[in-house]
């Protein structure tokens, strides 16, 4: 690798953008110091190692089956996890209202009687995870689809020109290490990379769920107006973004414990995508995120699985990653710096879903698909059959769940639910060397998945009982309730 990108040392460049000398070791002793760009690129922690057991397949065939004849460009107003519009469209606005006011009131109750997971503690915690992560703050805005238009202290943004510098130049190999080094640097756990193709296009939303419609223009850099998301028509690729969730607060079922954890995962994306949109713009390169705080260009399942984060889950609600299990969430960036795409993956996890249904068992609305296989069709809403079922798209074979019934029950719910991502067989903690050895059988030699099935609940994997659940404020749990660890090599990590 060259020494040299530029007219200006790396060492240089890293200074402009005010890294050098910092270290991305820096947060702690006995992490390597790492000077600059080339010593970043050439670091395993800048690699992505997978167990021996994940293995690859080819672009654009993941272990779900999609028919790209048949996909189309996804609505996003008709997400029931948006605006209340397209939730009311299937129980009416007066049930949206009525359903609202019985989780209120549920909350009340469990605050007055001090309910487990519901406590006024556990309320409390549930609403120091929304701050940032809802745009809580007196700011406005703290996500942008093109980054912010200042610097530090409102300063000017210095990209390459302000030095009159050309333009980060390194081969896509080197962009990739080099972009997961800075991302996992600013509180990402993991990236995935694909090219934003004729079919990957398919999968970004025709409107954003606010409204706005996204367009292509022949123009260098993305932009927004009040009217539409523009997106360039030149060579992009999309980023999609893991950000772990902690394990052990989703076992906690329902309730607030278990919402703050899922409300944390978009604090902490607030921060990544504003700092790599930062990161980007002062290399040369743009990026294009979330408008807001929820919803971005494309289902995030959708891109985890196509750069081979992650597989798809019995619940098609939700995927399970092979190193973070079910509990982690996904977000996309779409940028014009080239990158190596990634490809998808198969751990035998999808299969597993296949005879595995503890999910759909513990879900208490049961919404969740108990077929041993996965249909190409999409089933009508079971409450509603007369009413088209818009809360999904053709194309691909999956496990379809019943969007409506889940929502429901959901939004009365003090917390929501995560009942099936707390008690899916995969939400296991990696520290044990039996899960490594079942991971590996379940990828290998899928006869024995009924077993671990059985042994899963023979074991009582799962949700927390309730009078067991205050117990989670005297844990010592790791840091954001995270194994950062998980693909750290340097820094006494691998040992």
Known sequence: MSNFHTTVSRRDFMKALGLAGVGFGAAGAAAPVLHDLDEVTASPQATFKRPWWVKERDFGDPTVEVDWDLIEPFDDRNDLWNA??????????????????????????????NTPGLTLRDNALDGGSRVFAANLMPIAGLKSWVGFPKGAYGSPITTPGYYGVPKWQGTPEENTRMLRAAMRFYGASQIGVSELGAKEKKLIYSHHSQGRPFVYEDV????????????????????????????????????????????????????????????????????MGYPDSFYGAMPANADSIMTGLAEMARNNKFCNSPEYGSICGYFSLITDL????????????????????????????????????????????????????????????????????????????????GTCMGTCVFNTNPAASVHEVIKSTVSTTPIFNGFFYNMSKIFDYGITPDEEKEGWWDLSLPVLGQQSTIGAFDGGYSK
């Open 220 to 287: 260098d850099e993305g932009y927004e107006t009040t009217e539409k998301l523009v997106i360039p028509n030149k060579p992009l690729w999309i980023v999609s973004i893991a950000i772990q969730m902690s394990r052990e607060n989703f076992r906690q079922g329902i309730g607030n414990i278990k919402q703050a954890a899922n409300m944390n995962r978009y604090r902490i994306h607030t921060i990544v995508q504003g700092c790599t949109q930062q990161f980007l713009r002062q290399l040369g390169y743009h990026g």
């Open 84 to 113: 209340n519009t397209a939730f009311a469209r299937y129980v009416g606005i007066e049930e949206v209202k009525r359903l609202g006011n019985l989780c209120t009131e549920r909350q009340k109750q469990g605050i007055i009687n």
């Open 338 to 417: 080239p990158l190596a795409p990634t490809p998808p993956i198969d751990a035998g996890m999808f299969r597993f879903c296949h005879t595995c249904r503890k999910c759909a068992e513990a879900c208490p609305s049961q919404a969740i698909s108990y077929e041993s296989e996965p249909s190409w069709d999409i089933p009508p809403v079971a409450a509603y059959p007369n009413i088209p079922n818009l809360t999904a798209v053709g194309g691909k074979r999956v496990f379809f769940t019943d969007s409506v019934n889940c929502k429901i029950y959901h939004y009365q719910t003090p917390g929501g639910c």
